[in-house]
């Protein structure tokens, strides 16, 4: 796979050789800093390790990602990346999209892959009764007799479609690609049972601290430009989450909350929202026991960190129609096997 990564970094640094090259038919017509990469199988695999060893690399389609060698037979395979060493080093916007098992990813790797991706935002999108082989457009008559299934051509959309709406939400700010990904017309997939769908968007580390008269909370900041600011939702016990925030923020780490009474106990979550408003997961509830007097105090209660086992409640925004943002400056390379 070294060499796969290799090859793959050399045509990112051709790519910015090439855009500031006066004579190149590439002059000016390549954005640098929208460099993405999509794959499938190997190849899915290839970009991942891309992506967790080059910075240039500003989003990530792995598609039915395949890490094990040694062919369309089950059983203990040697890897040929390690996805435990090098998931966590991937920090962009990842998708990974999923088929069952067949004969050609007899292990599952896009299930086993997902839980070491480091990216604050991440999702896995499992397609229903998709062959190893619907990831390919045109379809591949060899691809389908050593893999199995039969081709089709709703499934291979499906994928087209989320894979279009990634790109075109963190590398474009499209914020009508939100209802693709993660709103109502995600959720008409999932209602259908064309995918299954898991979602990590939710802020990292958040913690509250209760001080003399006010309420501190703090999380991991995401600089991901599709984060616009956060929401900070509050409740007493026995209370549920209004739909509406309690506050907003832009893009902080911190926020004090003053309008508390001492002794009284509250409980918070925070969400980033993207340009559009539109929120994202929430992180993981924080209790804060307001302290009275004047001298403060800190009593840290630190939240658990998102697990990867988080399944996504997408939130409601109306239906889109989907299209491909022109891009005639930015560059994503599909990678196959």
């Not at 999108?125 to 709703?154: I, K, Q, R, T, W």
């Not at 963190?170 to 939100?178: C, K, P, Q």
């Not at 026991?289 to 925004?317: I, L, N, R, S, W």
Request: proline share 8%.
């Amino acid at each position: 796979v070294d060499g796969r990564i290799t090859d793959v970094q050399d045509v990112l640094s051709y790519l910015e050789t090439e855009t500031s090259r006066q004579n190149s038919p590439l002059y000016q017509k390549v954005d640098v800093d929208r460099l993405a990469l999509a794959g499938h199988s190997f190849g899915g695999v290839t970009v991942l390790a891309v992506a967790a060893r080059d910075s240039r690399v500003k989003a990530v389609v792995s598609m039915d990602p395949v890490y094990h060698q040694g062919g369309p037979f089950p059983g203990e395979e040697p890897e040929i990346w390690d996805p435990d060493v090098e998931g966590p080093q991937i920090h962009v916007p990842t998708s990974i999209i999923g088929a069952p098992v067949s004969n050609c990813n007899s292990e599952g790797d896009y299930a086993e892959i997902y839980p070491y991706i480091g990216a604050t935002h991440k999702t896995s999108l499992l397609v229903v009764g998709a062959s190893h082989c619907d990831f390919m457009d045109p379809g591949n008559f060899f691809c389908y007799l050593v893999c199995g299934g039969e081709a089709d051509p709703e499934k291979t959309r499906l994928i087209q479609k989320y894979t279009t709406a990634w790109f075109n939400y963190y590398l474009y700010l499209d914020t009508d690609s939100f209802a693709y990904l993660y709103g109502a017309e995600s959720r008409l997939d999932v209602a259908a049972g064309r995918i299954e769908l898991q979602v990590d968007t939710a802020p990292r580390n958040l913690m509250g601290s209760a001080l003399a008269g006010s309420a501190s909370l703090q999380w991991e900041l995401y600089e991901h430009p599709i984060v616009a600011g956060y929401n900070i939702y509050r409740r007493l016990p026995g209370e549920t989450y209004s739909e509406v925030p309690s506050a907003q923020v832009g893009r902080a780490r911190t926020y004090v909350d003053t309008a508390v009474v001492g002794g009284q106990a509250y409980f918070y979550t925070v969400r980033s929202r993207d340009p559009a408003g539109n929120p994202h997961e929430p992180a993981a509830e924080v209790s804060v026991t307001v302290q009275d007097g004047t001298t403060p105090t800190v009593t840290a209660t630190p939240t658990v960190t998102e697990t990867p086992t988080t399944t996504a409640t997408p939130t409601a925004t109306p239906t889109v129609t989907l299209t491909r943002t022109p891009a005639p400056f930015s560059v994503y390379l599909p990678i196959v096997l």
